[in-house]
Each structure stands twice: as structure tokens, then as C-alpha cells.
């Protein structure tokens, strides 16, 4: 029943409306461009193969050398899970200041002070 669903809206509100545009665009005449000596050479994508290698490479030696991914037994990723809230607590989420006060101009007591 849900595929169906998705698949009625995704027919009729994502596919059929570029059907028609689809076909104006094909039967256009083709046009007649010119690019930068650099693409009709193919020299500008040797370039970019180069750059993702080589930042795939680099970034692999990186990982590698500060050990990232490295799960050796199921007790190290339990203790990985355990650890992370209070890293996620330590790390993203900010600090109170010491002095607060209530709309009534009480101090309130902070959750640092609290344990």
C-alpha cells in the first residue's frame, strides 16, 4: 500500500508534469557551442582525476596514521558508545555561566554546580 502511494505521487506530481518540457527540449535544433581549449582537450579532467586521487590517497595515509575506523572487538565499540554521550555533552554542547538568574532575579543553580 505504501509503494503504491509513492509510487501514484511520484508519478503523477514528480514524472508526468516533465514529460511534455522533456519532449519540447529534444526536438529543439541542436545548437552549435564552442568550449575552452583546456576542456575540448580532456586536459582540464585529467586535472581533477589527479586532484581526487590524490585526495584519496592522502586522506586514506591520514586516517590510517591517526587510526580512525579501527574497531579490533564488539567490547571496543560498546565502550565506544558508552563514552560518546558525555563527549557529545563535553564537546557540543555549551557552557552555563556561573551566575545565572530567574525571571525573579533569584540565582539559579547550574547543573555543574548540582553534582
Same mark, same amino acid.
Given at each position: 500500500?505504501?509503494?503504491?502511494?509513492?509510487?501514484?505521487?511520484?508519478?503523477?506530481?514528480?514524472?508526468?508534469?516533465?514529460?511534455?518540457?522533456?519532449? $519540447? $527540449?529534444?526536438?529543439?535544433?541542436?545548437?552549435?557551442?564552442?568550449?575552452?581549449?583546456?576542456?575540448?582537450?580532456?586536459?582540464?579532467?585529467?586535472?581533477?582525476?589527479?586532484?581526487?586521487?590524490?585526495?584519496? $590517497?592522502?586522506?586514506?595515509?591520514?586516517?590510517?596514521?591517526?587510526?580512525?575506523? *579501527?574497531?579490533?572487538? $564488539?567490547?571496543?565499540?560498546?565502550?565506544?558508545? *558508552?563514552?560518546?554521550?558525555?563527549?557529545?555533552?563535553?564537546?557540543?554542547?555549551?557552557?552555563?555561566?556561573?551566575?545565572?538568574?530567574?525571571?525573579?532575579?533569584?540565582?539559579?543553580?547550574?547543573? *555543574? *554546580?548540582?553534582?
Amino acid at each position: 500500500m505504501i509503494f503504491a502511494c509513492k509510487l501514484t505521487f511520484a508519478y503523477f506530481l514528480q514524472i508526468k508534469p516533465l514529460v511534455e518540457p522533456t519532449n $519540447i $527540449i529534444k526536438r529543439l535544433p541542436p545548437l552549435a557551442y564552442s568550449r575552452h581549449d583546456l576542456v575540448s582537450k580532456n586536459i582540464f579532467y585529467g586535472y581533477s582525476y589527479f586532484y581526487t586521487l590524490l585526495s584519496v $590517497i592522502i586522506g586514506g595515509v591520514m586516517g590510517a596514521r591517526a587510526r580512525l575506523g *579501527e574497531v579490533w572487538s $564488539i567490547e571496543m565499540v560498546h565502550k565506544r558508545f *558508552e563514552s560518546f554521550p558525555k563527549a557529545f555533552v563535553d564537546q557540543l554542547v555549551p557552557k552555563q555561566p556561573k551566575n545565572l538568574m530567574s525571571m525573579s532575579g533569584q540565582p539559579v543553580q547550574s547543573h *555543574e *554546580e548540582k553534582k
